[in-house]
């Protein structure tokens, strides 16, 4: 999601674009544990882990890791990881039905032939086990 919304903003952005381009499109399947506060901050928990997928862009050279604060942008590597993943989703080599922190709405834009069915994946139980969940997918 995060490198989707930023690939539409184009362009450097703050982490609050980000999340408003996010909240206003519904791609995030937020419940009302996502809402709660994350450890010592004063954020909620669904907005940590976009930052989290973040961070882990910037590991992984998708995303530049700028000197000044706040600054979200797509690298080249980025733009092209983003595009193999849709590619890898329309194809049906990753499943699209694992991403369980991802509303319908979204799910379409990645693969528009998804159809929501039986075979879309619960949210795990535990609060710990959603990055965890997350990363594997990566």
């Known amino acids: 999601m995060v490198l989707y919304a930023l690939q539409q903003l184009g362009g450097i952005r703050c982490k609050q674009e980000v999340l408003r381009f996010i909240r206003e499109h519904r791609f995030y399947d937020l419940q009302e544990e996502d809402m709660e506060r994350y450890d010592g901050c004063n954020e909620w928990i669904g907005d940590t882990l976009l930052c989290f997928a973040r961070k882990d862009a910037v590991e992984n050279e998708w995303m ?65 086990d959603v990055r965890a969940n997350l990363l594997r997918e990566l």
Do not use: M
């Open 64 to 128: 530049f890791d700028h000197d000044e604060n706040d600054c979200w942008e797509l690298t080249r590597s980025g733009h092209a990881a983003l595009d193999r993943l849709i590619e890898r989703y329309k194809s049906g080599i990753a499943e699209i039905h694992r991403c369980f922190l991802w509303r319908p709405e979204f799910k379409r834009v990645i693969d528009p032939t998804y159809v929501k069915s039986a075979r879309d994946w619960p949210r795990p139980k535990q609060r710990g």
